[in-house]
Each structure stands twice: as C-alpha cells, then as structure tokens.
C-alpha cells in the first residue's frame, strides 16, 4: 500500500527556515513522479516542485530559490527546505506520488496529475 506522512511543519518568523520531510512506504523514490503543494484554506493546491523517478526537478515560478526539494532514496524520504518564508507562504503543505506514467512527471506540476497524498503538515509565518 502506498502511503505518504509527511512531518517537520511548524511556526516560524518571517525570513526564516524550515525543513519538512515525507517519508514514502509501498513504493520507492526512483519508480514514481513525486510532488510538494500546498493549499490555504479555501483554496485549491498549489504546485510547488515535481522530482520525476529518475531524479529531474521542475520548481513552480514563484518559488524564486527560496524552497528546494531533495529525496534520499536509501531513507525513503523526501524533502523541502523552506528558506526566506514570508507569511503569505503561510499554508498546509502536502507531499504526492503519482502511481502511473512510470516515474515520469511530465511538464506541469498540477495536483490532478497525483492520486496519493500524504495528510499534509502545517506551516505558519508570523510577520
């Protein structure tokens, strides 16, 4: 069974870091298109990165340097290091697989391309 949980949100100044992890079960990190989003309440996911099964990352556009995706595939975990947050980055943040296309992700990076979810983490930026 594939699951996703994701930990490591928290609250945090503005200009400041944090780092959330995903750890994956059912699967392997090099087989499937992963993803990071987010969702504000009342809004939809946002795309943030898709790592592709080989290894290739595609950043959404506002993302400007301040977030970076990894993975350890000998951990089974997946990362996003948050930099530089601001409080409109204020979100819930949730980690995704995609079980078909064979590891790649494609161009986009929209959540109607993933159909596992991990529960999500929280992340607050006070001003």
């Known amino acids: 069974q594939v699951q996703l949980v994701e930990s490591g949100g928290g609250s945090v100044q503005a200009g400041g870091s944090l780092r959330i992890s995903c750890e994956v079960s059912?699967?392997?990190?090099?087989?499937?298109?992963t993803g990071w989003f987010r969702q504000t309440p009342g809004e939809k996911h946002e795309g943030i990165a898709t790592i592709a099964g080989y290894g290739r990352i595609t950043y959404a556009a506002f993302v400007q340097g301040r977030f970076t995706v990894s993975r350890d595939n000998a951990r089974n975990t997946m990362y996003l290091q948050l930099d530089n947050l601001k409080p409109e980055d204020t979100a819930m943040y949730f980690c995704?697989?995609?079980?078909?296309?064979?590891?790649?992700?494609?161009?986009?990076?929209?959540?109607?391309?993933?159909?596992?979810w991990g529960q999500g983490t929280q992340v607050t930026v006070s001003s």
């Open positions: 995704a697989a995609r079980q078909y296309g064979g590891g790649h992700c494609g161009g986009g990076i929209s959540p109607r391309d993933f159909d596992t």
């Open positions: 059912g699967f392997t990190l090099n087989t499937y298109c």
